[in-house]
Nanobody, 120 residues
Framework: QVQAVESGGGLVQPGGSLRLSCAAS????????MGWYRQAPRKQRELVAVITSGGSTNYADSVKGRFTISRDNAKNTVYLQMNSLKPEDTAVYYC??????????????WGQGTQVTVSS
């Protein structure tokens, strides 16, 4: 019902940059909040950043000032620009998207994840 497909992960040196993209699709009425989460080995999945359809954003303290989330509503696509990357940013990054259906139900779709590795 709600699908999300990420792209853009890879290997980067400390201090480098990467840009992740996620395209969402839905059989519902609209895509609402979209977000990025990450999960490092042996750790729980954590919020990185979220953005509403109106453009309001929220970031984890650990990425504030380094990461920027943005979206293209016409394409149902969300981006995560990651600058000044640190080894501790290494994780699988997941995109999610909330979609409103005509019966008022909100469903959340998750992407398959994309690996980001920060290492020299």
């Amino acid at each position: 019902q709600v699908q999300a497909v990420e792209s853009g992960g890879g290997l980067v040196q400390p201090g480098g940059s990467l840009r992740l993209s996620c395209a969402a699709s839905t059989s519902g009425k609209s895509i609402n909040t979209m977000g990025w989460y990450r999960q490092a080995p042996r750790k729980q999945r954590e919020l990185v950043a979220v953005i509403t359809s109106g453009g309001s954003t929220n970031y984890a303290d650990s990425v504030k000032g380094r990461f920027t989330i943005s979206r293209d509503n016409a394409k149902n696509t969300v981006y995560l620009q990651m600058n000044s990357l640190k080894p501790e940013d290494t994780a699988v990054y997941y995109c999610n998207a909330d979609s409103l259906f005509s019966d008022g139900t909100v469903y959340t779709g998750w992407g398959q994840g994309t690996q980001v590795t920060v290492s020299s």
